[in-house]
């Protein structure tokens, strides 16, 4: 029971950690340097989450496509935000399984571009 109960906070460390707070604080290993390039990384992220989102949400023909690699790609990560403790060996260990979600993200941003203009003209 224990194990469900923490997995929303898992899925949300998989997905999102290191957060914004850990960006600025000084590493031991990589110093305050490394520290705000991947807070830059991760706000990279954070805005192609929103792109991901909105291109599940609104591109219904992709689904067909898309849906092994994204359940996979879920799936996975939330076993590694189970699993490590770490968070910077999770950043590393969960690069390969976002690579469906910088695609979708970066579609998706297009896609809010193309809609604002089209909404605009």
């Known amino acids: 029971m224990d194990l469900i109960a923490y997995t929303p906070r898992a899925t949300q ?3 999102l950690a290191p957060f914004p707070r850990q960006w600025i604080e000084q590493g031991r290993d990589v110093g305050l340097v490394g520290r705000v390039i991947v807070g830059f990384e991760t ?11 909105f291109c599940l949400c609104k591109r219904k023909d992709l689904w ?10 879920v799936a996975v990560i939330i076993f ?4 490590v403790t770490n968070v910077g060996t999770l ?13 979708l993200g970066v579609h998706g941003l297009y896609s809010l571009v193309i809609q604002y203009r089209s909404e605009k003209s």
């Open 64 to 73: 067909e496509a898309l849906l092994l690699s994204v359940m996979l790609s």
């Open 91 to 103: 950043y590393r260990m969960r690069m390969g399984y976002l690579i469906p979600f910088y695609i």
């Open 43 to 53: 706000l990279l992220w954070y805005i192609l989450i929103i792109g991901s989102l």
């Open 13 to 15: 460390i998989g997905f």
């Open 80 to 83: 590694l935000g189970l699993m």
